[in-house]
C-alpha cells in the first residue's frame, strides 16, 4: 500500500471507529454546485431529492432549524406544520441548486446544503426571513452564519412566524441559543 493510500484507509478508519458520519469536503469541492428537483418535503428543513446525489436522497437545510412535525420523533412543536406546508408550497416539484459547505452529509447520512431557488434566492436564508425557521449552525458549516443572523434578527423584530407565538408556545421549540426553546 502507498503511504498516500495508507493514510486515507487510516482517516477512514478512524471517523468509522469514532462513530464520525459526516463527510468533510475538499476546498476544490466546498463551491461545487448540484442540481435536483425537490421530489416531496420531509419537514421545513429537510426535503428528498431526484435525482439522487451521491447515493443521497435526503437533503437537510445548512443553517436553520424549523420546528419539528407530527411525523417526528421528538414529537410536533408549535408552527411544526406551517412550516412544513410553506416548505412543500415554496420547494415540492422545483428545480433546485445545491450548494454545499465544509460537511457534505450529517450523521444521518443526509447532504447537508444551502438550496437555491429558481429566482436565485436561497430557501435556508427565507425560511428565516420569513420567520419559518431560527438559526442553527453547526461548525464548520457557518458560511452564511451572518446573513443569517441578520434575518433572524429581522423577522423576530418584525414579530413574523414562530417569533409571534406567545411564550407559552416559544418554550416548546428546541433550544439553538437563540433565546427561546428548551422547555416550559
Known amino acids: 500500500m502507498t503511504p498516500r493510500v495508507l493514510v486515507a484507509v487510516s482517516v477512514l478508519a478512524l471517523g468509522v471507529a469514532t462513530g464520525c458520519g459526516s463527510v468533510t469536503l475538499p476546498e476544490s469541492d466546498r463551491d461545487a454546485e448540484r442540481t435536483a428537483t425537490v421530489a416531496s418535503v420531509t419537514d421545513g428543513d429537510t426535503v428528498e431529492i431526484r435525482p439522487a446525489i451521491d447515493g443521497e436522497e435526503d437533503v437537510r437545510l445548512i443553517g436553520v432549524d424549523a420546528p419539528e412535525t407530527a411525523d417526528s420523533p421528538r414529537g410536533a412543536q408549535p408552527y411544526g406544520e406551517k412550516a412544513a406546508e410553506y416548505a412543500e408550497e415554496k420547494l415540492e416539484g422545483q428545480r433546485v441548486t445545491l450548494r454545499?459547505?465544509?460537511?457534505?452529509?450529517?450523521?444521518?447520512?443526509?447532504?447537508?446544503?444551502?438550496?437555491?431557488?429558481?429566482?436565485?434566492?436561497?430557501?435556508?436564508?427565507?425560511?428565516?426571513?420569513?420567520?419559518?425557521?431560527?438559526?442553527?449552525?453547526?461548525?464548520?458549516?457557518?458560511?452564511?452564519?451572518?446573513?443569517?443572523?441578520?434575518?433572524?434578527?429581522?423577522?423576530?423584530?418584525?414579530?413574523?412566524?414562530?417569533?409571534?407565538?406567545?411564550?407559552?408556545?416559544?418554550?416548546?421549540?428546541?433550544?439553538?441559543?437563540?433565546?427561546?426553546?428548551?422547555?416550559?
Not at 426571513?129 to 443572523?149: C, D, I, M, W
Open 100 to 184: 454545499f459547505d465544509v460537511e457534505k452529509t450529517d450523521q444521518y447520512d443526509r447532504l447537508l446544503a444551502y438550496v437555491y431557488l429558481p429566482d436565485g434566492s436561497m430557501f435556508n436564508e427565507t425560511l428565516l426571513k420569513e420567520g419559518y425557521a431560527q438559526v442553527a449552525t453547526f461548525p464548520p458549516n457557518v458560511r452564511h452564519l451572518g446573513s443569517f443572523e441578520t434575518a433572524q434578527r429581522m423577522a423576530r423584530e418584525a414579530e413574523r412566524g414562530i417569533w409571534s407565538l406567545p411564550e407559552s408556545q416559544l418554550c416548546r421549540l428546541t433550544d439553538r441559543s437563540n433565546g427561546i426553546g428548551g422547555g416550559c
